[in-house]
């Protein structure tokens, strides 16, 4: 039997429309990843370059259901996320940093609430702007906040058929 010959292109035998084709798909997966982390990116707020946010802190009795990466909405429209939650040890309150949107120019007497999505959502901060004819600057504090409304303490009131004190 006379050896096995080989395409002098050290193709192993394929023929150009076989390389053609791997080409292709690999170009093609390559793609993909490439529009599935620019998604990605978007998604989770990351992106490249300059960002043009503020800050602001809020501090809160109770900030339960609610944690880094919260969405913080005015009106229902998503414009910021919470960066920071935190426990302040000397007041025992929860205090969380909130990263907003700089073309959103929030007046200084904005209330800030803990806000439930529904019964089996997840809790984000809502904003409710006020009448000031001033605006927060960066880094300063939301004195009004509202905490979180405990659904199981509201049950259990009904339930009990009282506000749980003395009778």
Request: net charge negative.
């Amino acid at each position: 039997m006379p050896p096995e010959r080989r395409a002098p292109n050290g193709s192993g035998g394929k023929s150009m429309a076989e390389n053609t084709t791997e080409v292709a798909v690999g170009a093609g997966v390559l793609a993909l990843a490439l529009g599935f982390l620019v998604y990605a990116g978007q998604a989770t707020g990351f992106a490249g370059g300059a960002s043009d946010t503020y800050h602001l802190t809020a501090s809160f009795r109770s900030a339960e259901g609610v944690s880094v990466g919260s969405d913080v909405r005015l009106a229902g429209v998503k414009i910021g996320t919470v960066t920071d939650l935190t426990l302040n040890k000397e007041s025992f309150r929860a205090e969380a940093k909130l990263a907003l949107e700089g073309d959103v120019a929030l007046p200084d007497d904005t209330a800030a609430l803990v806000a439930s999505e529904g019964l089996l959502g997840g809790n984000f901060i809502e904003l409710v702007p006020g009448g000031s004819m001033f605006e927060f600057e960066d880094g300063q504090v939301i004195a009004d906040t509202q905490s979180a409304v405990s659904l199981i303490n509201l049950m259990l009131k009904f339930v009990t058929g009282g506000d749980g004190g003395a009778e």
